[in-house]
């Protein structure tokens, strides 16, 4: 076994000990940064590391040696321009710096809730899609917008390639945790897909105060959908479906419990019935919600962006693991020995107990964001100061789907979703050993045309 191989053993130990319910030797370091960051420090333009990452590998390294983490310093990115552009994207633009940005641009009409309430992927993909991508016009540009889907598909399948590829250099090195393949996929919360790109955030806004009723069914409606996007491949009690969780705190209390609330927490649970978990990165500042967290099933892995790290440890720690919260700014406006007391201060409230794995409450988006220097003084006093004494003992409540039951997820129907009992009826002849095969293309497809909605 080679340096790095030993070195990715044990870094991924501290994960698992940690999803385990397991209090592991030290805390984990889920440090990485983002494409455009490590793109500043090569001196390359974020536009074209978005589409050749392989320019930033020798970056990469270099920053790997650099900072101490337990996972590749090279993070990616989730969205790029090459899927974008190949669909014509409205919804999603690349700036004259490089970042991908959302335009304020909506594709779900308050007109279309009727269509939407009464079949949410058949008006998707009949009404919003033509409006965000003016490639995939299926009704004007059959021929078109055939092309222009498989080029989409392709396109991000590609990319996401190259960057894992540069993410396997990384680790090759210095080895790093990282999931099992399929075993990680991410969606929204039902209400904040509707949100997003459909109706956008004022758009919502004034649905909920002038049509609540109609919100509320279109979430409904919503819901197969959502909950059949993020099955990833795999389930194996370590896996988890990632939630940015957009819409909830700008919202009064009465309206999330009515409309964003519960189909988020069946979503949840119904997949804790699987023995599948919940990764959620908590927007804003969720203070005053952090009860509701409480439902959420146990072993749910909760980032915070704002909130007082004492209160979330105290109300949370025990039940949930707990990341994030731990400012990213300081690295601009501290002095190296700042960080590393308030590094120390943050571990000290953390730590006790475990379900803890040290992040940054927020990305990075360009390298003027952080202090190389005092980002490696952050890392390595986490690699020090947060060693357990208490190794191997258990931590708080432990996950077991055997403690949640199912709702009655209704399938997913559509004209342009097809059934394995529909696929028999135009191919009688193919073997039941056939099913996830067939099942797994399509649901490919289907989630891809969901991320077209982000």
Known sequence: MTDAQDLTKQKTKLFHDVFDNVIPERVPINVSLHTNVIAGYAGVHGGEALWNPDLLTDAALELGERIPTDVSIFGGSILNPSPYQALGANSMKISTAGLMQHPNHVGLLPEDYDA?????????????????????????????????????????????????????????????????????????????????SLRSLSGMSMDIRRMPDKVEAAVESLYAWNYLAGIPPKINGRSFTFFPLHLATYMKVHDFERLWWPTFIRQSVDYAALGHRTNCFCEHDWSHLLDYLLELPAGSLIQFEKGDPQTIKDKLGKRHIITGAFPLGILRTCTKQECIDKTKEFLDIMMPGGNFIFQFDKNALTIGDIDLDNLAAVCETVYEYGRYSNAGEKAGVGFNKDDYTSSDVPPLESKYYRTWEQYLELNPLTPESAKAEVMEIENMTMKFVYSLCQ
Do not use: H, W
């Open 116 to 196: 939407f309430i009464e079949n949410a992927y058949d008006c998707v993909i009949e009404r919003v899609l033509p409006r965000n991508y003016t490639g995939l016009d299926f009704r004007e540009d059959p021929a078109r917008a055939l092309f222009t889907l498989a080029q989409g598909i392709y396109a991000k399948d590609r990319i996401m390639a190259k960057s894992r590829g540069v993410s396997a250099k990384v680790r090759a090195v210095y080895g790093g945790y990282a999931p099992e393949p399929g075993t990680r996929t991410g969606v929204y919360a039902p209400l904040d897909i509707l949100t997003d």
